[in-house]
């Protein structure tokens, strides 16, 4: 579908009951770097279709038309951070005739109708697969006065081809491929956001020549697993390339991406990053844990040595690397020892920072019915 049908589609006046000015509507972001992405296309949709954006303070007050809550689904407090959320609009929507709350993202994709049992004056539903239908979603709840929820089971659109209202002008996202087709025990992610699709590397350039042309000087190129970019479509150097292509772009002063699986992590990547100017010396590699056995556990398909490798490789072209990264900290079966080979892999590889978790059970995982981790 191209951009311009899709607009034709959903660019109709979606105006207040007095039919004096816009709808006003809000995005609340719950998650990652995709999610930020996603929601900047959900406010492109929705301006498209004629709503305007509401200012902070009338969004503080209570005085918007529609809001939408963009949510994730990773770790179990996604969850508390929505019905919590939920709750506070419950009281706001019943002292605001007209008003609406829309739920999308990876949690709605997960949790589906049960969302609307448990918060009933939720309007509409949808999901990760069909960010386009949003404003029809919504005009239709309006029309028969009942919740819509449409939860599509792949990706019907790519959401790159969406209208977008970016949050900076200098900077913006660019999404290279969605979905993953990693098998990491404690995820949740593919299940819900599906298989790895490419964008095709003529696409993701034109697009980020299209933002150097209307400003932006950085780009974040994006993916579940962006070094496993061109699988798809043939080409296990793609990622490289994409790199070095975007080093050739003028105007284009920082590039960076996240985030790299180090079992697909090669030397053609750090030989890209070493020789493209406007790369940054900035790695995002999560290392989950330190344990060669939890590791396993987890299957992440790398091992605690193979991923000291890397940093290695790294800092030896890159010097002055800023290396971060994401750490699991009680996944099942972790003794004290597992805990201990994980502060020795984070004192080797000297990361300029660290976000560590507590292991969240997510139902639906390997993971998730995992007792123990016992030595074999």
Request: charged share 25%; hydrophobic share 40%.
């Amino acid at each position: 579908m191209s951009t311009q049908s899709l607009t034709q589609r959903v660019a109709v006046p979606f105006l207040d009951a007095a039919a004096t000015h816009p709808r006003t509507y809000t995005v609340r972001t719950l998650g990652c770097q995709m999610n930020v992405h996603d929601s900047e296309h959900m406010a492109g949709m929705l301006e498209e279709a004629g709503y305007a954006r509401a200012s902070a303070e009338a969004e503080a007050a209570g005085e918007v038309d529609v809001v939408v809550i963009n949510t994730c689904a990773v770790r179990e407090n996604a969850a508390t951070r929505l019905y919590g959320n939920l709750g506070q609009l419950a009281s706001v929507k019943a002292r605001r005739p007209g008003m609406q709350i829309a739920v999308g993202g990876c949690l709605a994709q997960k949790d589906r109708g049960t969302i609307v049992e448990k918060a009933p004056w939720v309007d509409v539903v949808f999901g990760t697969h069909n960010l386009d239908a949003l404003p029809v979603l919504l005009e239709r709840s309006r029309h028969n006065e009942a919740a819509e929820v449409e939860i599509h089971e792949s990706l019907q659109v790519f959401p790159s081809i969406l209208p977008t209202r970016r949050e900076s002008v200098y900077a913006g996202w660019v999404s290279i491929s969605v979905g993953c087709n990693n098998t990491c025990t404690f995820c949740i992610v593919p299940h819900l956001r599906g298989k790895e699709r490419d964008r095709r590397p003529g696409e993701v350039l034109a697009e980020v020549e299209a933002l150097v042309a209307a400003g932006a000087v950085e780009v974040t190129l994006l993916g579940q697993n962006v070094n496993s970019y061109g699988v798809e479509f043939g080409d296990r150097g793609a990622f490289a390339k994409l790199l070095r292509a975007c080093g050739q772009i003028e105007g284009l002063e920082r590039v960076r991406f996240t985030s790299p699986h180090p079992a697909a992590f090669t030397d053609d990547v750090i030989a890209a990053m070493a020789e493209t100017p406007n790369v940054m010396p900035q790695l995002h590699m999560p290392l989950q844990s330190g344990s060669d056995r939890i590791l396993r556990a987890m299957r992440r398909s790398y091992r605690s040595e193979r991923f000291l490798g890397i940093i290695e490789k790294v800092r030896a072209a890159l010097p002055d690397a800023a290396i971060t990264t994401d750490i699991i900290v009680g996944f099942p079966g972790e003794t004290e020892e597992d805990f201990a080979e994980t502060l020795r892999v984070v004192e080797a590889s000297r990361f300029s920072s660290a976000f560590a978790f507590q292991y969240s059970r997510r139902p639906g995982t390997p993971a998730a019915d995992l007792r123990s981790c016992r030595r074999t």
